[in-house]
């Protein structure tokens, strides 16, 4: 493969700059609702041979209700952010 193949072929498969916005949203619900859906469900039946059945049935209604919560509530925490912090110099 080429020098020039390689960037290219990188390029093909990213999202235009316009999506950064639901991208950022999709993996910040995925990761977080995972995690949240983890600790729960160990806090509240305990860890054993059911624990990955509970927490996957958990994360099918988590994920999705987390993705559309992180959408609506990013410009509330982008305004909290720009009023607590400085902008960069």
């Known amino acids: 493969m080429s020098q020039q193949a390689q960037p290219l072929a990188t390029a093909?498969?990213?999202l235009g700059a316009r999506a950064t916005p639901y991208v950022f949203a999709f993996f910040m619900a995925s990761i977080?609702?995972?995690?949240?859906?983890l600790v729960i469900t160990a806090a509240n039946a305990g860890i054993n041979a059911d624990f990955p059945i509970r927490v996957l049935g958990a994360y099918q209604l988590a994920m999705p209700t987390a993705f559309v919560c992180v959408l609506m509530v990013r410009p509330v925490v982008m305004r909290l952010v720009a009023?607590?912090?400085?902008p960069p110099r």
């Open 12 to 14: 093909r498969w990213k």
């Open 32 to 37: 977080m609702a995972m995690l949240m859906c």
């Open 83 to 86: 009023l607590t912090v400085h």
